[in-house]
């Protein structure tokens, strides 16, 4: 997709964030404290990222999560901006920049903190459960 479709598709905030990797600020994002079960998915293509059940609170200020909902709907990309080394996460399907995981979270099951911009996101609730 084109810049300009981009732009169109997106909200100036998500385009900043998911096509130019800028961070939104922290404790700022919508979904930071939801609660509610769920799915995670690309705000840019619909693409399921993460499940309610691995959200944590890491007290980052962005929405945490100790693993992914499939290998296959993330990329982890070497990312050595700001003069340090992190690790890019980026939806596999459509290449917008989601955050950065960490391995800094010791007390979650895979000792991984996926630290995901919020407007990057969107929730969809799970029907099933009350």
């Not at 994002?29 to 990222?49: E, I």
């Not at 700001?82 to 290449?95: D, F, I």
Request: aromatic content about 10%; overall charge neutral; charged content about 25%.
């Amino acid at each position: 997709m084109t810049s300009d479709k981009w732009k169109q598709a997106l909200t100036p905030q998500q385009y900043a964030v998911m096509r130019e990797k800028a961070t939104e600020p922290p404790f700022s994002g919508a979904l930071l404290h939801n609660k509610q079960d769920g799915s995670y998915v690309c705000a840019a293509c619909g693409t399921k990222l993460f499940g309610s059940d691995t959200k944590f609170d890491s007290g980052s200020g962005w929405p945490s999560f100790y693993d992914v909902a499939n290998a296959a709907s993330v990329r982890l990309e070497p990312d050595s901006s700001l003069g340090m080394e992190r690790t890019e996460v980026v939806c596999a399907k459509c290449g917008s920049h989601l955050g950065h995981v960490f391995d800094d979270a010791p007390e979650q099951p895979t000792g991984k903190r996926y630290c995901i911009n919020s407007c990057a996101l969107e929730f969809t609730p799970d029907k099933t459960k009350k």
